[in-house]
């Protein structure tokens, strides 16, 4: 297996503080690797040397094989407001973008050899099918307004462009950091189902673990500074790194025995150290950085009271609200109870977080009434994130929150204590909230909202910029939580593990209520969807035979123009046939580009064909 991606002794600090330092690692060709470490350890940090975008400290190489072409697909996507949809994508193709712009100068300009030249140019980037390709994209990822202005998007449409950019790079390794942040799980479903049947090379960061298992087969560990590789599943990962730790811990032990015995030799008749083997010294100063290493690994410890809280939660009735005219509610009616876990999915833009500001009483129906409980008290974990003032500081932040916070047992904790429990340490305190890492100001945010003892979670795509370590405790806590919890996320392993049952947004106000997990859910639409296509297929084929037998009553055709008839409407239904399966195959995400463009020229010649066979049939039938 070839190598793609060699990286030797790279660093990086900031400040004092030191992220990684002195690592190096390989990555073969057909690797899909993800990376995965606590927040605040250097993981996005990682990627972007690998692309380029930032450089190791003090040296170091990041060496690709030549010519391989690198896409990277950044958490948050850098782009020109002004720009349509289709003009921004169109300049991230690299490659075709001073083809394209050469062909137009040089068709101005005249000059038949620079025209010669910008076409030559042309055919050789396939510059002609660039259009094609990215329209093609872009429907796929449910983009349609092309023309729509870059600034006017919402971040799951900006998300969705950013891809699209990157898998028009047909780049031959990809490098994406928390892929799955502000999409819609339908548009998940179809980017896992995209990786797992390209071919690219693959490194990713990711906190979604269904996305995770379905795609890698290889988890990387960035821990105290240092790589390690698993081949594998989630799963299997788990399992070997405790191994890694047990077998890790047992020579720590016995460097420590030894260690006691060496000291006491180190330490003995001071007349005599002069004459002591110098080999021997140095030795006992490595086995005593070997018997110092801590091998504890700290997690967030989630401990707070939930008020109490009455019968009465929140009572809807016959809510409506539209935004022009958008209809967000229609005539919605529910009553919340007691320990209910309910998730909400849906396509973006269908009103779910437009449903959670009704609820908290940030906004108010059009019609309709939403009655709040006496006892309720609303914890609301927003898509935003923290709000904090300019230069603020991390326990000024909290502290603004509150001095101290109830504990489950009725104790009371402080707030250094507290911040020390999501694993924010003393020399921490200090810290600007403006220069932590995305997941770190996250964490920061829960801690903020629990602290808060709500009885009432409203979470809002909790799991975005969260680490996994710190998504199993949430998750922990979500599952004993006492109150009432309403989830709005993408990440079908949080949902399935925290809700109970599911609010579908269908559009047009439309909400159903579906009992059983999301992974339920998801198995009963695939048979949904499964019973509707053998339904069309089988009444596809009736219909050429229905008309032909009535318009035979009309008239008698001659013997060989019976035989036409009966030929064409069989190719009719073949045709129809082939074209159906095409457009499924469009539509689910399993072609490869080359394989996206036979599709679509097929279709375009089969519409061809049935248009002549079609007008051919009439004619026999007039």
């Known amino acids: 297996m070839a190598s793609f991606l060699q990286v030797d002794n790279i660093s990086k600090s900031y400040g004092d503080r030191t992220l990684f330092e002195g690592i190096s690692f390989n990555i073969n060709e057909g690797d899909k690797i993800a990376l995965v470490a606590p927040n605040g350890t250097g993981k996005s940090t990682l990627l972007k040397i690998l692309a380029g975008v930032e450089s190791s400290d003090r040296g170091g190489e990041v060496k690709f094989m030549k010519d391989i072409r690198v896409a990277f697909l950044d958490q948050t996507m850098r782009f020109d407001a002004q720009r349509t949809i289709f003009d921004e994508v169109y300049s991230h193709l690299s490659e075709l973008s001073p083809a394209i712009v050469e062909y137009e100068h040089a068709m101005a300009s005249g000059d038949t050899k620079r025209i010669d030249a910008a076409i030559a140019a042309m055919d050789a980037c396939d510059g002609w099918s660039a259009e094609q390709n990215i329209r093609q994209v872009l429907t796929t990822l449910k983009i349609e307004r092309i023309d729509q202005r870059m600034g006017e998007l919402s971040g799951g449409e900006a998300k969705r462009v950013a891809l699209a950019c990157m898998m028009l790079q047909n780049a031959e390794f990809i490098v994406m950091d928390e892929p799955t942040n502000h999409l819609d799980i339908e548009i998940i479903e179809y980017l896992e189902s995209y990786l797992q049947r390209s071919r690219c090379t693959l490194l990713m960061v990711t906190h979604d673990r269904y996305f995770l298992d379905r795609v890698c087969n290889t988890i990387m560990e ?14 299997n990962y788990l399992e070997k790194r405790e191994e890694r730790y047990a077998n890790m811990q047992a020579d720590i032990d016995k460097s420590r ?6 000291l006491e030799w180190i330490r003995s008749t001071p007349q005599a150290r002069t004459g002591k083997a110098r080999y021997r010294i140095n030795a006992f100063y490595d086995l005593k950085d070997r018997a110092s290493v801590n091998l504890s690994v700290s997690n967030v410890e989630i401990d707070v009271a939930t008020s109490r809280l009455g019968r ?32 909400i999915v849906g396509h973006n833009g269908v009103g779910k977080t437009t449903f959670l500001n009704l609820m908290c009483g940030a906004l108010q129906p059009d019609s309709g009434t939403i009655e709040l409980g006496d006892t309720v008290r609303i914890g609301y974990y927003t898509q935003r994130g923290i709000h904090f003032k300019p230069g603020q500081t991390v326990l000024e932040c909290v502290q603004e929150v509150a001095d101290v916070v109830k504990a489950s047992d009725g104790t009371t904790i402080s707030a250094t204590t507290y911040l020390n429990r999501f694993l924010f340490p003393h020399d921490t305190f200090n810290k600007r909230v403006d220069i932590l890492s995305g997941g770190e100001q996250r964490r920061l945010y829960l801690l903020t909202v629990l602290m808060r003892n709500p009885n009432m979670l409203i979470l809002d795509e909790p799991t975005n910029d969260l680490d996994i370590m710190t998504l199993n405790v949430l998750e922990e806590h979500l599952r004993e939580f006492k109150g009432c919890l309403i989830i709005v996320s993408h990440d079908r392993y949080f949902l399935d593990k925290c809700v109970d049952h599911l609010f579908v947004f269908e559009g047009d106000g439309k909400i159903k209520d579906f009992v059983g997990q999301y992974s339920e859910y998801r198995e009963y639409m695939q048979e949904v969807e499964q019973q509707r296509r053998e339904a069309e297929r089988a009444s596809s084929p009736a219909k050429p035979q229905q008309q032909r037998s009535h318009d035979q009553s009309k008239r008698k055709l001659s013997f060989k123009e019976q035989r036409e008839l009966e030929q064409i409407e069989a190719d009719l239904a073949r045709l129809a046939e082939e074209r159906k399966g095409l457009e499924d195959k469009l539509s689910s995400g399993a072609l490869s580009f080359e394989q996206l463009q036979e599709a679509s020229q097929r279709i375009e010649a089969l519409i061809a064909e049935i248009d002549e066979k079609e007008m051919r049939w009439l004619e026999l039938n007039e």
């Not at 809510?319 to 529910?334: A, E, N, Q, T």
């Open 312 to 343: 009465k939660i929140i009572d809807c009735t016959d809510v409506d609200l539209s935004f022009g005219s958008r209809k967000m509610l229609d005539k919605f009616s529910y009553k919340f109870t007691r320990g209910e876990r309910v998730g």
């Open 222 to 235: 960035l821990d105290r500074g240092s790589i390690y590789s698993y081949k594998g599943n989630y799963s």
């Open 257 to 262: 025995n030894l260690l006691r015995r060496e």
